[in-house]
Each structure stands twice: as structure tokens, then as C-alpha cells.
């Protein structure tokens, strides 16, 4: 009777065994609740930077694809092939080229249209083919009275205001940089393309810009004064300028792409 007494005592826990252990057990569901918060930081912030790689991949390939395969006719002089205009804050790079039909193995030519626009921070794509030239009377490149096709056909159908968003978040995209071999300046004229252009793309990540939102309102700053916050010296920026600043260098990426035309 008394063996079965102190086996019974034996298998019992007092209140304070009780409570340490409930102590040690809280303390590591804390640490593992405190891993797994840390570890969905770290992939919401890798997925929302590789979407930003990702916007910047694409834009840049469509625009070099297009630009490489660029239409140009020796025997049209007089007829406008490339344009670029417009400023640093906003601009409209415009070209005639050579497209793949997804539906066959043909090529079929038209107009292309992307414009930056600094205060909304996007990139914007348009295409205009021949039928929908022919539809709104307008010239198209490869009729003997195309030589103003580009500008006719900018704002045919759908404006560039209204189409859809090719890239985004974008705080710096300079005007494309347009050079011959010898690295000496292009202009656009009739008759001519650039043998070089260099495209050069400065991004935050959607999460950055959502948190520079409000800073940005209560300092009656806009979107495109980030990238010139962003690239002051430390010693130069004013007190209200520090957390845009700061916000921003933790996500700035910019990426270059040099695109060679050879005809």
C-alpha cells in the first residue's frame, strides 16, 4: 500500500513545476512566433523587390526589342522613323518597328509609343498598326506621304494618357540617350536613326512608395521629388528631408541598358 502511495506521488507535478514549465513553453512560442514574423518580413520585402526587378526587366527588354528592330527605308528620306521628345520629367519615345504576330510566323510593322511621366512615376506603352491608321485617315510610314506618320498617329484612338501602365514606381528615367559609335550626340531627323541608345531606369518597390505617401502629403512634396531627395549628400539635407531620404536609399535601384541599332 505505501509502494503504490509514493509511485502515485511520483507521477503528480506541484503548481510550480506547472508554472515553469507553462513559462518555458510561453518564452519559445514566443521566439517561434517572433522567427516566423521576421521570416514573412523578409519574403514580403524579397517578393516586392523582385516584382520591382521584374517591372524594370520587362520594360527595359520591350524597349530594346523594339528599338533593335527599328524600320527604316533607305529610298525615305523625307519620312520620320525615331523621336524622342519632350524633357527629363517627361518624355515620349516614338518608332516605327517590326513586330511578331503571335498568332503566325510574320512580321508586321507599326508604331510604338512610350512616355514617362516623372509625377506619377510610369511608363506608359501604346501601338498603333496600319489598320488603325487607315480606319482614322491618317498617313501611315510606308505610304509616299508618311513622312509625318509618327505625330499624326500619337494620340490615335486611345491618348497615351489613358494606356495601360508598362512600369511603375518609377523616380528617375531621364530622356533616352541617344549616341553615335563615337559616343558624339544623335539628333532625330527625317531620314535618320540613332546607331545607339541608352536607357536608364531609377525604381523604389511598391512598399517603399506607400510609406513615402503621407510624408510626401504633409510636406506638399510630390512623387517626383524623391529622386532628388534621395541623391543629396547627408550634409545638405533639411530635417524633414531625412526619413523620405532614408526610406528611399533602402529600395533604390537603377538599371542601365545600352541598345545598339544596327542596319
Not at 9 to 36: D, K, N, P, W
Not at 103 to 111: D, F, G, K, Q, Y
Not at 169 to 185: E, S
Not at 195 to 200: A, D, E, G, N
Request: charged fraction near 25%; charge should be negative; proline fraction near 4%.
Amino acid at each position: 500500500m505505501l509502494l503504490k502511495r509514493w509511485k502515485l506521488r511520483l507521477c503528480c507535478f506541484t503548481l510550480l513545476e506547472l508554472l515553469v514549465s507553462m513559462g518555458v513553453f510561453a518564452i519559445l512560442m514566443l521566439a517561434l512566433m517572433q522567427f516566423f514574423t521576421s521570416a514573412q518580413s523578409i519574403w514580403t520585402r524579397s517578393n516586392t523587390r523582385y516584382d520591382m526587378y521584374d517591372n524594370a526587366r520587362l520594360a527595359l527588354n520591350l524597349m530594346a526589342t523594339d528599338l533593335q528592330c527599328l524600320y527604316y527605308d533607305d529610298y525615305k528620306t523625307n519620312a520620320k522613323y525615331f523621336d524622342v521628345s519632350g524633357s527629363d520629367d517627361k518624355w515620349t519615345l516614338s518608332l516605327a518597328t517590326q513586330r511578331s504576330d503571335s498568332s503566325s510566323a510574320c512580321t508586321s510593322l507599326v508604331l510604338v509609343y512610350y512616355q514617362y511621366d516623372k509625377a506619377e512615376g510610369t511608363l506608359k506603352f501604346k501601338q498603333v498598326t496600319d489598320y488603325d491608321a487607315d480606319n482614322n485617315n491618317k498617313q501611315w510610314i510606308t505610304s509616299d506621304s508618311g513622312s509625318n506618320a509618327l505625330s499624326e498617329c500619337e494620340n490615335l484612338g486611345t491618348k497615351l494618357a489613358e494606356s495601360p501602365v508598362l512600369a511603375e514606381n518609377i523616380v528617375n528615367f531621364p530622356k533616352p540617350v541617344c549616341q553615335y559609335p563615337d559616343n558624339t550626340a544623335y539628333t532625330p531627323s527625317p531620314g535618320t536613326y540613332p546607331p545607339r541608345v541608352i536607357l536608364s531606369m531609377t525604381l523604389i518597390d511598391s512598399d517603399t512608395r506607400k510609406k513615402l505617401t503621407p510624408i510626401l502629403a504633409s510636406q506638399e512634396k510630390d512623387f517626383k521629388d524623391v529622386h532628388g531627395i534621395a541623391i543629396k549628400k547627408e550634409e545638405d539635407l533639411e530635417d524633414w528631408e531625412k526619413p523620405i531620404a532614408d526610406l528611399a536609399k533602402q529600395s533604390l535601384q537603377t538599371f542601365v541598358q545600352a541598345v545598339s541599332i544596327d542596319r
